[in-house]
């Protein structure tokens, strides 16, 4: 059986893209929804960035996954409770993806759209 080609994506693969390094805070609520859809359509429409090669995340949860998922790419990346990270992304043109927490007492899960590529580095918060 043939693999099915769904098309070509851009990827920077580490450079800088031309705006310089930025970086995008995002704070979400899961005690008023246990997913959101992030779409930055409007932000690369406004030539404010041209990629995003990384998200920074803390899962502030002690009992379920933060997860991200990027239609666009097939992408997903899974946090476990109480631990923290930069993860590279596929960022393709438009910039959506939903994250999803299955803790309703997290009401400020902060993440980082970083438009640089960090390596990539996961560890434990607990102390």
Do not use: H
């Amino acid at each position: 059986m043939n693999a099915q080609i769904k098309g070509i994506l851009n990827a920077l693969n580490g450079s800088t893209p031309c705006e310089g390094a930025r970086s995008v805070p995002v704070t979400l609520d899961f005690s008023q929804a246990g997913s959101y859809t992030v779409d930055l359509t409007a932000q690369y429409q406004q030539k404010q960035f041209t990629t995003f090669q990384t998200i920074y995340a803390q899962n502030m949860s002690t009992s379920a996954p933060l997860i991200f998922q990027f239609s666009a790419s097939g992408q997903t990346i899974t946090i476990p409770p109480g631990f923290a990270g930069y993860l590279p992304v596929l960022s393709p043109d438009p910039f959506q993806f939903s994250v999803s927490l299955a803790d309703a007492l997290i009401t400020a899960q902060n993440i980082q759209l970083i438009n640089v590529y960090l390596p990539p580095v996961i560890w434990n918060t607990a102390p």
